[in-house]
């Protein structure tokens, strides 16, 4: 599947389901915004999709921050000028987990 032309935001972009989105995209031809809380997990999964021909870029985010979700896509705009494809893939544990699945 092509996605050449096209630009996509992977949140918990740094390895497993996240990582491996990624690198579907990417073959396919798709610009990547990776971010993840890990800057070691980012810089190594960015120079691995790097090898692909493909912009990426990575962003260190806390996805349940608001002022952080609003910077990545602001850095996605700025160096994409769209986002075709946002892949909302972090997962959340702990107390936040617990406030968002409370009923």
Do not use: C, W
Request: charged share 25%.
């Amino acid at each position: 599947m092509s996605f050449t032309g096209k630009s996509a935001i992977i949140t918990g972009g740094a390895g497993g389901i996240g990582k491996a989105t990624a690198t579907i995209l990417a073959r396919g031809g798709a610009d990547i915004l990776l971010v993840d809380r890990g800057r070691g997990a980012l810089d190594t999964a960015a120079k691995e999709l790097d090898t692909l021909g493909v912009t990426v870029h990575t962003v260190e985010a806390d996805v349940t921050d608001e002022q952080s979700v609003r910077n990545y896509v602001d850095r996605a705009l700025e160096h994409f000028g769209k986002i075709d494809i946002l892949f909302n893939n972090a997962g959340i544990e702990g107390p936040v987990a617990d406030l968002v699945n409370s009923d």
